[in-house]
């Protein structure tokens, strides 16, 4: 008997062609490509969560809390402020990153022999929690507007019989957000499986004026998730704290999945002294969100390769805009002067991200000399 020179590890079949995810994380001035809020913490906001993370070391040496109500406490009292819905604290659940929340969910709701479906195109993610817990994998398509149909949505439920739905609005990348009338009948539909409905309110807060949150269908609606995250309209992507809100039920499964001390006792008190300048943290939403819609508005007037842009309807922090019939070169151009944006969505749309007013006023010169060049 002789051992092989080259053990060959014994990796699941279904990861071996597989890459890790990421968008591309490069050095250059203009950053646009992540939906990030771009702007820095103020120096105030910078002192309490020093002050906050110091006497949280003083006690390293134990565990953090498995449970951490406080954090939920400060949470439940966020969004009661934010969407007017005041949720009992065992109605609140977080994670590191809302992408650790949708794996508790799938840990506890999906699984070998369940389903997931949702509707393309969404977050790239989505099938990756699904992979990774064994989940099958099952996409209806968006309209034409990337808005969803009700009554397919319901035929798809009622045909594939899912244990998950999982739906992002405002959707990435095409920042569509859901009608309350399609969001009540893929409920009822889900309810007659049963299966959990999970809302992904990433960015939520840019929402405009009369879009809807699905928080205030929680009292009702036992199998409804919804979470939300720090990292985007909250300028705390670097926290990694996500969360969720739902029945105390809902919440009760995903503690049973999590790993014992999730969540550190560094990441509570940093999550907490952040969570007590929500004022100043989302101080610039308003301006993002009127930002966005003058970009909007502006992409509207141009045209490249002979017609005239298209762009999504968006309640999020960004724009998904073209078609073009080369969007790696439109892309490429775009990162040579110095922005970078995200090649993603359907073939020929590119998603930008809303960055201050420089860095947007940044991107419109680069796009426009981009488009000249290509018309040369
Ligand atoms: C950015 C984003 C998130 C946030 O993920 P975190 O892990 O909380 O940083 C969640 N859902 C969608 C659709 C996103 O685009």
């Known amino acids: ?8 590890l014994p990796l699941r079949p279904e990861l071996a062609d597989e890459v890790p995810y990421g968008a591309p994380q490069l050095d250059v001035p203009v950053l646009l490509n992540v939906n990030e809020n771009p702007f820095a913490p103020s120096e105030e906001v910078v002192a309490t969560i020093a002050a906050s993370v110091a006497e949280a070391a003083r006690g390293l040496n134990r565990y953090p ?12 009292d966020f969004l009661a402020v934010e969407s007017g819905v005041r949720l009992d604290p065992s109605q609140v659940w977080a994670a590191n990153g809302s992408n650790e929340v949708m794996l508790h969910l799938l840990q506890a709701f999906g699984g070998p022999g369940r389903t997931a479906v949702s509707f393309a195109p ?16 099952v996409t209806g398509r968006r309209a034409e507007d ?10 798809l439920i009622e045909a594939e019989r899912p244990s998950v739905v999982l739906l992002a609005s405002p959707n990435n990348p095409t920042g569509t957000a859901l009608p309350r009338e399609t969001l009540e009948a893929v409920l009822d539909a889900a309810a007659r499986v049963p299966a959990v409905v999970v809302v992904d309110e990433a960015y939520a807060e840019f929402r405009r004026e009369g879009t809807p949150s699905a928080l205030d269908l929680l009292a009702d609606h036992p199998h409804l998730a919804v979470t939300r995250t720090m990292s985007k309209a909250f300028a705390a992507a670097g926290m990694r704290l996500g969360y969720l809100a739902a029945s105390t039920a809902l919440v009760d499964a995903l503690r049973v999945v999590r790993l ?6 560094v990441t509570q008190a940093a999550a907490r002294a952040a969570l007590a300048h929500r004022d100043s943290l989302l101080a610039q939403v308003a301006d993002l969100r009127a930002q966005r819609d003058a970009l909007v508005a502006w992409l509207r007037t141009q045209r490249a390769g002979g017609r005239a842009l298209q762009v999504a309807e968006t309640d999020a922090n960004f724009v998904l805009f073209g078609t073009f019939d ?18 993603t969505g359907p073939e020929g749309w590119l998603r930008v991200s809303v960055g201050t007013p420089a860095e947007t006023r940044a991107f419109q010169d680069a796009l426009t000399d981009v488009i000249a060049q290509e018309e040369l």
Do not use: C, K, N
């Open 1 to 8: 008997m002789t051992t092989p020179a080259v053990p060959v």
């Open 65 to 76: 809390d498995r449970d951490f109500p406080g954090l939920r406490q400060d949470l439940a």
């Open 122 to 137: 969404t977050y790239s993610m989505y099938p990756e929690y699904a992979r990774d817990t064994h989940t099958r994998w």
């Open 146 to 155: 990337f808005t969803i149909d009700p009554a397919a949505a319901v035929a």
């Open 260 to 265: 014992p001390y999730h969540l550190s006792a």
């Open 326 to 343: 080369d969007r790696h070169a439109v892309w490429q151009g775009l990162l040579d002067r110095g922005v970078l944006i995200r090649e």
